[in-house]
Structure formats: C-alpha cells, structure tokens
C-alpha cells in the first residue's frame, strides 16, 4: 500500500476546486444533492441544476412533497432519469423514516434508495466529519495507478480490494482527502490525459514508474451494446401545439413526458421493418401504419406528412435509433383526455421534464413539418 493522503492533501490546498457550489456547505442535503447529480455526469454539465434545483427545492421536505412532474422537469436534461425519482424517494425515506435527517451511519445510509456505498460515505464525511472511504470513478482510477492493478476494474475480487485499499489509504480527515482524490482525478489523473509531470504522486505512483499510465486501468472487451428502434410522433394540432404522451413511472425514461412512440422491434410493426437493423426505412407502408395505428390509438384524425432523418441516443445498456414522424392533425380534434396526454405550446413542452433526445427534436422544431 503506498501513503498517498500527505501529498494529495498539500495538493488540493494549492489546486484543489474549493469555490465548486457544493464545496461552500456541510449541509447533507445539499451535499447528498450533488453527490447524486455527479454520478455519471460532469461537474460542469451539474452546476447549473444543481442552482437551479436548490433554489426551486431547497431541503428535503419540499423535495419530497414536490409534484414528480416538478422534479423531473427540474431534471430534465441531465440524464440518467432514475436519479431523479430515486432522489425524491429518498428525501420521502428521511422525511418519513430519519424525522428529516440524512441517516448518521453508512449502514443506515446505504438504505436509502440510490444511495450506494461510495455516495453515502462522501456525505458522511463531509457532512459529519467520518472517517470514511468513497471510490468513485475518479477515486478509482488514482488508486488503480497509483498501485498499478491491471486486473478488471469491474470485477468483484478487484473492486473489493480496491475498497478494501480506499478505506486503509483514507486518513482522518477523510472530508478533505475525499475532495482531493476526486479533484486529482478530475484535473491531473484524467481518464485519457493524466499529467503525471504535474502530479503530487508521481514520485510514488506505479503505474508512472512502469510507463503504464495510459495503459491504466485496463479496458476490458465488452460485447457492442445492443440496439433498439422506434418511431416518435410529432402531432401539432392546427393551433401548433405538440401533443406529449407521460411515459409509465418504471422502466426507461419512467415518469418523464415523450413524444408518443411506435417500437418497430415487436408486434405488427416489425413486420414492414427489416429486422437486421439497417437503418429504419421510410415506406409508404411504414407511414400508413404508423399513421392508422397512431390515429386510433389516440383517437385522433391524423396526417402524417413526413419522417425525419434517423438519430441515434446511446443509453447504459443499449442504443437507441429513431426517426420522428411529423403529423397535421386534422379539424379540432383532441386527443384522449386520459392524464398521460397533453397538448403543449412547444415553449412550454420544453418546461417539462423530457428526454434528451425528446428535448433535442423539439428544440429543433421549424423544419420538416
Ligand atoms: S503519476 Fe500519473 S498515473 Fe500516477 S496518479 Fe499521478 S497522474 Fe495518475
């Protein structure tokens, strides 16, 4: 094991990005806040709704009375959706289950719905002062150099050692060590670029030693995510306004507002689609189900009148290619008044919590239609 916390400390008083929002706290809720916001997303993509959500949802109480329609549409745009429906749960949890308080145990934190080990340790620390040891990817990465494991970053064995290593390298002031092994490995340690020259442990960092930076940790073969298709409606009506259909609250992109979908991948779609996944045809075919089954499934006079070209979304699991089909709706009909349907100025669909590539189309709305 090699004594990193000495130099990483005196580095992250000199370097280190105390001004970031959530640096200036020792709030749990807010410190939770962010811990959440950053899983999987940078810190400049979070600045901005972490303010932003702060300012509309500050503590937990009103986090958990929120409508979810607020929470998602505050989210909106930062991905990985479930964080957002996870997030409220959690503040219902402490509300209901810890009187209002984030749990004071890693034990009892770890309960809480989307909080892992590493998420519930980082407030922890910072919030309560415990000695406790994150490992996020950033974390991760700085201990797989600096010790030189080549294995699997990703299997059991080694995130075991790997946490088993975090938790013995993690000094007292786990608070400041915690942020300073995260800004290492943000700034100095990076995933493509690290800047051994400039950094505190390059005297005793192994991988620097072996000329295995780069090669650090080590990439292991996964099969190509697999794909899936589907058709997105762009219904305006004749006063111009979009049509959005409330996804269910599980499962992908549960709870936000879509464009209503048509999957080619199952039922009587998949058979005017190829099923070896070249890209999704544009057929008179293709265009008269969609428009028949679209028209009957939301009881409206439609008239499709063109299909974009295909875009692609890459998710954690697969990839998504879709095309999106412009529609006139005809006279004054209306869709069914079930809640999961709603007609929005498109100014105001985009107030709403969408999906990126949802967003994306209407932001881009002018042409096509
Ligand atoms: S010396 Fe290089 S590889 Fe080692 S921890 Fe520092 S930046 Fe990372």
């Known amino acids: 094991m090699i004594p990193i916390a000495e130099p990483l400390l005196a580095w992250y008083t000199r ?20 811990e959440i916001m950053l899983q999987q997303t940078r810190v400049e993509s979070v600045k901005p709704y972490y303010t932003r959500f702060l300012q509309a949802l500050p503590d937990w109480r009103a986090l958990a009375a929120a409508p979810q329609d607020q929470v998602l549409a505050l989210w909106s745009g ?20 810890f009187a209002g308080h984030f749990p004071d145990t890693l034990e009892k934190a770890v309960t809480l719905p989307g909080v892992g080990r590493s998420t519930a340790a980082a407030v922890l620390a910072s919030a309560f002062g415990h000695r406790q040891a994150i490992l ?12 030189a494991i080549a294995a699997d970053p990703k299997a059991t064995a080694t995130q075991q050692w790997l946490w088993t290593l975090a938790s ?3 000094p007292e002031d786990a608070h400041g060590y915690n942020q300073a092994i995260q800004d290492l490995g943000a700034m100095i340690c990076t995933p493509r670029q690290p ?19 780069h090669a650090l940790p080590v990439t292991v073969h996964r099969p190509p995510k697999p794909q899936r298709r589907a058709f997105f409606l762009l219904a305006a009506d004749p006063e111009g306004r979009i049509l959005l259909e409330k996804r269910p609250d599980s499962g992908i992109w549960g709870g936000l ?3 209503p979908q ?3 991948d199952s039922g009587e779609l998949s058979n005017l689609c190829n099923d070896t996944l070249p890209p999704l045809e544009d057929t008179p075919a293709i265009r008269q189900f969609l428009q028949e089954a679209w028209s009957r499934r939301l009881r409206l006079d439609l008239r499709l009148t063109a299909l974009g070209e295909e875009q692609q979304h890459v998710f954690t699991h697969f990839q998504l290619r879709f095309r999106c089909a412009h529609a006139r709706v005809l006279g004054s009909a209306v869709a069914d008044s079930a809640a999961t349907l709603r007609w929005y100025r498109p100014a105001d669909a985009l107030a709403q919590g969408l999906p990126t590539p949802i967003r994306r189309i209407l932001r881009n709305l002018g042409g096509g239609r």
């Open 136 to 147: 996020d990817a950033n974390a991760r990465r700085v201990l797989i150099r600096s010790h």
């Open 195 to 213: 800047r051994c020259t400039d950094c505190p442990l390059a005297s005793r960092c192994k991988a620097h030693a072996e000329g295995r930076s």
């Open 15 to 34: 370097h280190g990005r105390h001004d970031l929002p959530w640096r200036q706290t020792r709030d749990p809720y807010r410190l939770w806040l962010a």
């Open 262 to 264: 048509a999957a080619p």
């Open 257 to 259: 507002w879509c464009l």
């Open 78 to 97: 930062l991905g990985y959706y479930t964080r957002a429906r996870n997030a409220q749960r959690a503040a219902q949890v402490v509300m209901a289950g």
């Open 168 to 170: 013995a390298l993690t």
